[in-house]
């Protein structure tokens, strides 16, 4: 499904501009009918699955206590 700039940078949680600078730069897929870019879809199916997994986990690591002793010895 092809779905223009705006609508994939929306779904990825990025900035359209962002998105317009990586397919100037190669690194997305993208076609140009003309008017607009148009970017599949499915090609960042698995890239929004991985950015959500990471935030789960970055939310996870916030969320855990500091140790109230961290018990450090210094042998030098």
């Known amino acids: ?23 100037k730069a190669g690194n997305v897929r993208a076609v140009h009918d003309g008017n607009q870019y148009l970017v599949n879809k499915d090609q960042f199916s698995t890239t929004r699955e991985n950015i959500e997994k990471q935030i789960l986990l970055w939310k996870e690591e916030q969320a855990e206590d500091l140790p109230a002793d961290i018990d450090v010895k210094d042998e030098d």
């Open 1 to 23: 499904m092809y779905v223009t700039i705006k609508e994939i940078a929306d779904y990825l949680h990025l900035s359209p501009d962002y998105v317009f600078q990586q397919i």
